[in-house]
């Protein structure tokens, strides 16, 4: 049975805009194959149904963000995605760029990962020429268990120990302020 | 005249990956269900590319490419896919290893298998996978050429237990604008669209992911090389004829 068409829109708007802060009604219309020049007036009369609806926001005149509940998104942590598309493709090789594309992580996470799996023995970068991004290969496949960052996890770690001191210090700072400003309001009043 | 860039970046989601995702939610819905899915189309459509993102993002899914070893030995497929659950002591012999996956399958029933370039192995191989998904609940999906469902469709106790088909389809004129606006920042017109949509050659057919891109990374080079800030009707025409010169030798 076709779907219908408020139903085509709400699988735009939680699959392919999932990521998306903000769209417009021009952005599904293309994903639904309505090329430039094609009516828009059906999405324009479906989005207030889904501003009522509490689906969907928006944020100014043309311009919504989607609140959709149900969809899980990503579910695997990006570690983890890294690692499992890096398997999956462990017959060719990969870039920094299809780690960004596919996992959603930053250039540096990227590279970072990738360069950590080098340094193991796990992948061997390949040389490509001039301006070309380097590629990997998988040369020893250890299996589907995560291999994680461990000196990264380290760093982490003391990051977070070193926030948390931080943080100790700062309430207590904040403390005694309060009690000192107490006291010389106590003295004030005196 | 700002030159333009394009990022290599992006992971696009076309109608295709669409599909292949709305098919995996119905296929969790049924967990419990056993049975087969499938995704066919042709070479370059971007199945084994999607596969890989979908499986990358979502825990309790093991993906499988299969390999020419494969076809002479059903065991050494039984141990690839032991060692991608995540075994250890695999097994050397058929039986015990048919054992362990159905075992370590009722212990995980929420996982979900795609095996990729099925189309190339053996009735066999389809049985073997036909029992396991039928002991365990567990759904497999196949990945494969067109030639995939004739190959399943020889087996009718397979076929039966297959969920729709998702076929693999050109790229459209639309998704080559949304290609363009987010993998280069270009805001394309359909006219421009339709042209790089075209790259026929004598062996492939409209819409092909890999010669469209090819095509539009050319229009993005010759629109820097002539500083116009866009893709013009003229700069496309040139860069499908440059994405596909191989073809026509």
């Known amino acids: 049975m076709a779907k219908k068409f408020a139903q085509q ?34 999405i324009y009369r479906a989005m207030p149904d889904f501003i009522k609806r509490g689906e969907v926001v928006r944020i100014r005149t043309g311009v919504f963000s989607y609140r959709g509940k149900g969809y899980s998104g990503r579910s695997a942590d990006k570690t983890r995605c890294m690692y499992r598309l890096i398997r999956a493709n462990r017959r060719s090789a990969i870039t920094v760029n299809d780690l960004i594309a596919n996992c959603g992580v930053s250039k540096v996470t990227a590279q970072e990962y990738l360069c950590m799996l080098a340094n193991r023995g796990v992948m061997r970068r390949i040389k490509t020429p001039s301006n070309q991004p380097y590629k990997y290969r998988m040369i020893q496949d250890p299996g589907p268990n995560l291999l994680r960052n461990e000196a990264n996890a380290e760093k982490l770690k003391r990051l977070r120990e070193a926030k948390a001191l931080a943080e100790a210090a700062l309430s207590s700072v904040r403390e005694s302020l309060d009690r000192a400003v107490a006291a010389v309001a106590a003295i004030e009043e005196e | 005249m700002a030159a333009l860039k394009m990022s290599r970046s992006q992971f696009i989601q076309t109608q295709n990956v669409r599909n ?29 590319e999607s596969v890989k993102w979908y499986h990358a993002n979502h825990k309790h899914t ?26 250890e ?34 009735n066999m191989h389809l049985e073997l996978m036909r029992d396991i998904t039928r002991m365990t609940m567990c759904p497999i999906i196949l990945i494969g050429e067109s030639k995939l ?26 998704d080559v604008i949304i290609y363009a606006r987010e993998a280069a920042g270009i805001r394309m017109g359909a006219d421009v669209a339709a042209i790089l949509h075209r790259t026929r050659t004598k062996r492939t057919t409209d819409g092909n992911f890999r010669l469209v891109k090819r095509a539009l990374l050319y229009s993005v080079q010759y629109a820097n090389a002539k500083d116009t800030g866009e893709v013009t009707p003229e700069i496309a025409k040139s860069a499908v004829d440059s994405a596909i010169k191989w073809a026509k030798r």
């Open chain 1, 9 to 42: 829109i709400r699988d735009i708007m939680r699959i392919d805009l999932k990521d998306w802060d903000e769209f417009t009604c021009e952005d599904i219309a293309l994903r639904m194959d309505l090329l430039p020049g094609k009516p828009r007036k059906p």
């Open chain 2, 89 to 122: 002591d695999i097994a050397h012999r058929k039986g015990p290893c048919f054992r362990d996956i159905v075992d370590h399958l009722y212990d995980n029933p929420e996982t979900v298998i795609f095996i990729d370039e099925v189309d190339r192995l053996k």
């Open chain 2, 20 to 48: 292949v995702v709305l098919m995996m939610d119905d296929i969790r819905m049924d967990l419990g269900e056993g049975r087969f899915g499938v995704i066919c189309g042709g070479a370059g459509l971007g199945k084994s």
């Open chain 2, 149 to 174: 469902i004739p190959f399943m469709q020889r087996n009718e106790r397979v076929w039966t237990r297959t969920f729709r088909p998702v076929m693999f389809t050109p790229m459209k004129p639309s």
């Open chain 2, 62 to 87: 093991v993906y499988l490419e299969s390999t020419a070893i494969w076809y002479s030995s059903e065991l050494e497929f039984l141990r690839d896919l032991c060692r991608e659950l995540g075994m």
